[in-house]
């Protein structure tokens, strides 16, 4: 039986950070499906096929590593594709209450697949989405946050004029 887990994220848009994670998730599992899901607290700065896009050219080189798109909740996703796990990266402690309150509200709307965190990279510590739009507002370089076809993305769509 093939072991799948889900990577699931706004990715709005994916970092290196993000990329880390699923390259390490894609050495630990038979099949990750990067996930693009609605994260009802946020607004997206990018559409759902722009996302996957950015995603797709960066995720080419992982013959295991598919793209999905969820609107509904990650439990039903989990359960419908029958995946065993569900992979997220951690950075600091900011992240655990969040992310163990996830785990917990998804392991009971389903038992069948359990939470999986993996530990940041060091370098990666400091890195989200919302940082690097930030920056990339006001002009600051973002070239190590991002692979080069995000850059292209976020230059037109976020930098101030
Ligand atoms: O990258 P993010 O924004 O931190 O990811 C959060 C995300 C998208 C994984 C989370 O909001 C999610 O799982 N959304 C899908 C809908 C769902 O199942 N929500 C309940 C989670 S307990």
Do not use: W
Not at 30 to 47: G, Q
């Amino acid at each position: 039986m093939k072991r799948i887990a889900v990577c699931p994220g706004s990715f709005d848009p994916i970092t290196y950070g993000h990329l880390d994670i699923i390259r390490r998730a894609s050495m630990l599992f038979d099949e990750v499906v990067v996930l693009i899901s609605v994260n009802a607290l946020k607004t997206p700065s990018f559409t759902e096929s722009e996302r996957m896009m950015m995603i797709r050219e960066n995720t080419q080189e992982f013959s295991n590593v598919v793209i999905d798109v969820l609107d509904g909740l990650l439990a039903d996703y989990v359960q419908k594709i029958g995946a065993i796990a569900i992979v997220k990266g951690l950075r600091a402690v900011s992240d655990f209450e969040y992310e163990f309150q996830m785990a917990l509200a998804n392991k009971k709307l389903y038992n069948g697949a359990e939470t999986v965190f993996l530990t940041t990279s060091s370098e990666n510590m400091y890195l989200s989405s919302s940082v690097v739009k930030q920056i990339a507002y006001f002009g600051g370089d973002i070239s190590h946050f991002v692979p080069e076809n995000v850059l292209d993305f976020i230059r037109k769509r976020l930098v101030k004029e």
